[in-house]
């Protein structure tokens, strides 16, 4: 078993962990079947409540890792260059 060490810090890490719940727990919400059937089937206030609190929680993650610090350390503009160069 290797060892890996990742190049970029924990906390930008577990930043971004916890990114991907809230857009799981998005994705699980708002793609469940609203109760009941045929046109009279909605979301409760509750549901509708929980989308919009994850939401509000995925934008404020996603801020969070896009301005962690390590985007403006040498070796985060390192990794962003590299990348850019990738894609041209």
């Known amino acids: 078993m290797s060892s890996y060490a ?12 916890q990114l991907h719940e809230a857009q799981a727990d ?11 059937t045929g ?3 909605a979301f409760t206030e509750e549901q509708v409540d ?3 609190e994850l939401w509000e929680r995925i934008r404020e993650l996603t801020m969070a890792v896009n301005e962690h610090p390590y985007w403006t ?4 503009l390192r990794v962003v260059r590299g990348r ?5």
């Open 50 to 52: 929980q989308v919009e």
């Open 26 to 36: 998005f994705h699980t919400l708002a793609t469940a079947p609203p109760w009941g």
């Open 73 to 76: 350390s040498e070796r985060g």
């Open 6 to 17: 990742s190049p970029f810090p924990d906390d930008l890490l577990a930043l971004q962990q």
């Open 39 to 41: 046109a009279a089937a």
């Open 84 to 88: 850019d160069a990738g894609a041209a």
